[in-house]
């Protein structure tokens, strides 16, 4: 059974850009999230998504926004890059909503540059 | 709001020594406790987990302890080898919801098994 899928793996942005990364869960699980993770400021919690409807929010800018489609696959959009963004980028699915198991993909690293 | 903290930040040990990280939550409503363990360039990995309604879970050479009045939950890891040398995640779930999931992560502890 393939994990959670991330892509891309690795990008490098200039200040001022935007980027979107991707997010494939684990099949048969509809519910994904978002995690950034910095040296500084440890993992956290960014949105979660449940049949195409967020449920969750962190506290992040509206620079981070995400999406979820009908086949569970989720992107993630940050506007209006800053060099404070470089960060490992992690998507999680589970199976549903009810504070079950979060499975972790490999992350994207994004680098601002 | 949720507050998760983790003890200690980095932990060298012996191979076949034990391992023990401790963890606190503020939320007395959190009820789900998870432990991820992260290789270098690679993202993290469930290893054990506890839910509020028991005190111990063992799975091998790992266990975890919950402590609820405490508000507190430990993972011991024993016998402990070269592989075992990561970065351990512990996390509380954010309680009261009756939908959605989210999770207060601790800061890590980075254990270093020496051979």
């Known amino acids: 059974k393939a994990g959670v899928t991330q892509t891309p793996r690795y990008l490098i942005k200039t200040r001022g850009q935007q980027v979107t990364l991707s997010c494939s869960p684990i099949?048969?699980?509809?519910?994904v999230s978002w995690y950034q993770q910095t040296p500084g400021q440890g993992l956290q919690f960014l949105f979660e998504?449940?049949?195409?409807?967020?449920?969750n929010k962190g506290n992040f800018p509206g620079r981070f926004s995400g999406r979820q489609f009908s086949n569970s696959r989720s992107e993630m959009n940050v506007s209006t890059l800053e060099l404070g963004d470089s960060a490992l980028y992690l998507c999680?699915?589970?199976?549903?909503?009810?504070?079950?198991?979060?499975?972790f993909g490999e992350g994207s690293w994004l680098t601002v540059v | 709001g949720e507050n998760v903290e983790q003890h200690p930040s980095t932990l060298s040990v012996q191979e076949g020594d034990s391992a023990v990280i401790k963890c606190t939550y503020s939320?007395?409503?959190?009820?789900?406790f998870p432990w991820y363990k992260q290789e270098l360039g690679k993202g993290p990995q469930l290893i054990i987990d506890?839910?509020?309604?028991?005190g111990e879970k063992k799975d091998q050479r790992i266990a975890v302890t919950l402590n609820k009045t405490a508000k507190h939950f430990s993972l011991h890891i024993t016998e402990t080898q070269p592989e075992d040398s990561a970065v351990y995640f512990c996390?509380?779930?954010?309680?009261?919801?009756?939908?959605?999931?989210?999770?207060?992560f601790g800061p890590g502890t980075r254990l270093s098994v020496l051979p």
């Open positions: 999680a699915s589970s199976r549903d909503t009810s504070g079950n198991t979060i499975y």
């Open positions: 998504y449940f049949s195409e409807t967020q449920r």
């Open positions: 939320d007395s409503a959190s009820n789900y």
């Open positions: 099949s048969g699980h509809r519910s």
């Open positions: 996390a509380a779930s954010i309680g009261g919801r009756n939908y959605g999931q989210n999770f207060v």
């Open positions: 506890i839910r509020s309604n028991v």
